[in-house]
Nanobody, 121 residues
C-alpha cells in the first residue's frame, strides 16, 4: 500500500519561500505512468491543483502559480518537494501531496494526510 506523508514548517513569513516534502513509502516515485502532485485547500475554498512531477521527472504547473512554484524530487530518498516563493497570506492553506496514474481522467489513488501552512508575520 502506497503511503504519502507531507512534512515542512507550519508557519512561513510573507515574502519567504514555502518548502514542503512528500515522503513516499510502499511504492517508487519512478514507477512508470504515475504522477505525483501537490494540491492545496485554502480555508473555506475548494481544492487547488498546484503542479505535478511525473515518473520520468517532467513537471507541469498551474499557470497562475507557475512563476512562483518549483517541484523537484530525490529518487534516492523516494521524496518529492514543493517550493513556493514570495508567499502571501493568500497562500495559507492545507497542502496535500497525492498520486495518480498518468492515464487521462485517472483519479487520485493516494493522498497524504495534509499539512497546514500559515503565512503570517
Amino acid at each position: 500500500q502506497v503511503q504519502l506523508q507531507e512534512s515542512g514548517p507550519g508557519l512561513v513569513k510573507p515574502s519567504q519561500t514555502l518548502s514542503l516534502t512528500c515522503t513516499v513509502s510502499g511504492g517508487s516515485i519512478t514507477t512508470s505512468y504515475y504522477a505525483w502532485s501537490w494540491i492545496r485547500q485554502p480555508p473555506g475554498k475548494g481544492l487547488e491543483w498546484m503542479g505535478v512531477i511525473r515518473y520520468d521527472g517532467l513537471t507541469y504547473y498551474r499557470p497562475s502559480l507557475k512563476s512562483r512554484t518549483s517541484i523537484s524530487r530525490d529518487t534516492s530518498k523516494n521524496q518529492f518537494s514543493l517550493q513556493l516563493s514570495s508567499v502571501t497570506p493568500e497562500d495559507t492553506a492545507v497542502y496535500y501531496c497525492a498520486a495518480r496514474s498518468t492515464s487521462v481522467g485517472a483519479r487520485y489513488d493516494y493522498w497524504g494526510q495534509g499539512t497546514q501552512v500559515t503565512v503570517s508575520s
